[in-house]
């Protein structure tokens, strides 16, 4: 029991000091709230199952971040096997701002919100997981791409996300 307790122990100090981080990166592959919502529940519970095994070989944040990406990974592959319906969202039919607004996101992290999920899955990874401050080789590793190429792809992607922030 006194395990169990560590772990709960360990699991809030997570959620307290990564949670936000979390979120925003549920936010980027999940446009949808109710499904953004569910998405953050699933990685939570992965880093709640993974979190015994954090050995610090990487930063916890790098760790976590590689939960939630694998977690998230899978959640845009079983929507691509599923037959795409979508109910209409508060947020998308009366153009009002929506809880996060009222939570306090601001216009301009919707807007970038709205951008990342134009971009291709490739590229949202790395601006995504530049955004959150991971090094050039930490990317690097978590993807399994050499250094240099993630400079290059990370380019690219910031000119993409440029570009649809201008189009908004």
Not at 7 to 19: I, T
Not at 110 to 135: D, K, N
Not at 151 to 165: F, I, P
Request: proline residues 3%.
């Amino acid at each position: 029991m006194k395990m169990r307790g560590t772990q709960d122990a360990a699991f809030a100090r997570v959620v307290a000091e990564h949670g936000a981080m979390l979120a925003r990166f549920a936010a980027s592959f999940e446009r949808n709230r109710h499904a953004r919502e569910d998405l953050v529940q699933d990685i939570l519970l992965a880093v709640w199952q993974a979190l015994p095994a954090f050995r610090g070989d990487a930063s916890l944040k790098t760790y976590l971040i590689g939960v939630a990406h694998r977690r998230c990974a899978t959640h845009v592959m079983r929507e691509v096997a599923q037959p795409r319906h979508e109910e209409l969202d508060e947020e998308w039919v009366d153009g009002q701002p929506g809880p996060e607004a009222l939570a306090g996101l601001n216009q301009q992290q919707a807007r970038l919100f709205a951008a990342l999920r134009g971009l291709p899955v490739g590229q949202r990874q790395l601006v995504v997981l530049a955004l959150e401050g991971l090094r050039y080789d930490e990317i690097a590793d978590l993807l399994g791409i050499t250094v240099g190429n993630v400079g290059v792809r990370l380019n690219r992607a910031r000119a993409a996300l440029k570009e649809q922030l201008e189009e908004r």
